[in-house]
């Protein structure tokens, strides 16, 4: 499976999101290259800081930009067992070309706050590559959630008024805790002291995601 993680919008957790599928998918057992396609790098940045800690990141890290995304993928989606595409929070030809070739697109969004207002503009991006690419799958996910349950259920709302995105029913809260590992280049799944409430939330976002791809391999077998 190739998972492309984007957006509109810059801090919504894209990178957080990238690098934590990555990891929880090479702790199952799976070869897993996690692609930059971000010029800021911090996907990459991550990997390097999770070297310092821990030597084997147990995955495959590059950086690519423009149709390079594209044309690197495609060269390599046989050599792995799944690939994940941090593509950055601009309309980039780098997202682009990292939606022509993914399977999977996921956007995160804080609720209540200016990524909402950018729920059109990706919209309008995931209608446009379906053009190029009808297979893609496109879901929204919550994230920085606060303990105010209102929130989820207005952002929620707003979002299922989509006709072009799906959202998960997980949802990630704004926790410390995910901002101190990945600091360390860590899931919370790693990251000691054990925040389990973080654990749970990633656990169960991850499981989501995991189940959407297995209902796609069995539809398209
Ligand atoms: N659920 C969360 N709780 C607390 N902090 C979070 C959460 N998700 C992300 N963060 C923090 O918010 C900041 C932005 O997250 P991240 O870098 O993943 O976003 P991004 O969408 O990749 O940003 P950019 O657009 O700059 O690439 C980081 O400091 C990260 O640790
Ligand atoms: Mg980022």
New binding site residues.
């Given amino acids: 499976m190739i998972y492309t ?1 984007g ?1 509109i ?11 934590s599928l990555t990891v929880l998918l090479s702790r199952v057992g799976f070869d897993v290259l996690l692609v930059d396609a ?1 010029n ?1 790098g ?2 990459s940045d991550f990997s390097t800081w999770r070297a310092e800690t821990i030597e084997d990141t147990g995955y495959t890290s590059i950086k690519l930009s423009g149709l390079a995304v594209r044309n690197e993928v495609q060269k390599m989606k046989s050599k792995y067992d799944h690939i994940v595409i ?1 593509a ?3 309309d980039t030809s780098s997202q682009r070309a990292a939606m022509v070739v993914s399977d999977v697109y996921i956007a ?1 969004f ?1 609720p209540k706050s200016f990524d909402m207002w950018t729920l059109e503009q990706v919209e309008q991006l995931v209608q446009e590559m379906a053009i190029a690419n009808p297979s893609l799958q496109s879901y929204a996910v919550l ?3 606060d303990y105010n349950r209102k929130d989820i259920e207005e952002g929620r709302n707003y979002i299922e008024e989509s006709e072009v995105l799906k959202v998960l029913n997980s949802t ?9 590992a ?2 360390a280049g860590l899931t919370v799944m790693e990251h000691k002291p054990k925040n389990p409430k ?1 654990v749970a ?1 990633l656990q169960a976002l991850f499981d989501e995601i995991m189940a959407l791809t297995s209902e796609e391999t069995e539809v398209n077998a």
Avoid at 172 to 180: G, I, M, P, T, V
């Fill in positions: 993680i957006g919008k810059g801090g919504s957790g894209k990178t957080t999101l990238a690098v971000d800021q911090t996907a941090d950055g929070g601009r995160p804080a994230n920085k959630v990630l809260n704004e926790r410390k805790a995910f901002a101190n990945a600091a973080a939330e």
